[in-house]
């Protein structure tokens, strides 16, 4: 499976991006799909997953009420809707994929469930 991320930039805090994950392989809709994220000196942390089969999605706190995450089957993709965001989302973000879908609901917050990992894409978000 190879991921390709894009929609990374340079934004105002406040404003909105919009992040894409293009998955390849014939069984995307089958793929849970996560985003992570890294700062300088920090640890990849999670910020959102969508399950494969009933396309729930669950947000890190820090995110909640502000990413919204949805996946287009027909197109192999996920999007990662980012408003209101602040200089602390600034992160290199990365999505991921987990399949076939193994992971139970305390480990989707994981990294090290993921089976593959996207090259990642820089937001950089300025106060």
């Known amino acids: 499976v190879q991921l390709q991320a894009s929609g990374g930039g340079l934004v105002q805090a406040g404003g909105s991006l919009r992040l894409s994950c293009a998955a390849s392989?014939?069984?995307?809709?089958?793929?849970?799909m996560g985003w992570f994220r890294q700062a300088p000196g920090k640890d990849r942390e999670f910020v959102a997953c969508?399950?494969?089969?009933?396309?729930?999605?669950y947000y890190a706190d820090s995110v909640k009420g502000r990413f919204t995450l949805s996946r287009d089957n027909a197109k192999n993709t996920v999007y990662l809707q980012m408003n209101s965001l602040k200089p602390e989302d600034t992160a290199v973000y990365y999505c991921?994929?987990?399949?076939?879908?193994?992971?139970?609901?305390?480990?989707?917050?994981?990294?090290?469930?993921?089976?593959?990992w996207g090259q990642g894409t820089l937001v950089t978000v300025s106060s």
């Open positions: 969508i399950r494969a089969t009933t396309s729930n999605t």
């Open positions: 991921a994929v987990d399949t076939p879908p193994s992971l139970i609901l305390s480990e989707i917050r994981f990294a090290r469930g993921y089976d593959y």
């Open positions: 392989g014939p069984a995307f809709s089958r793929y849970g």
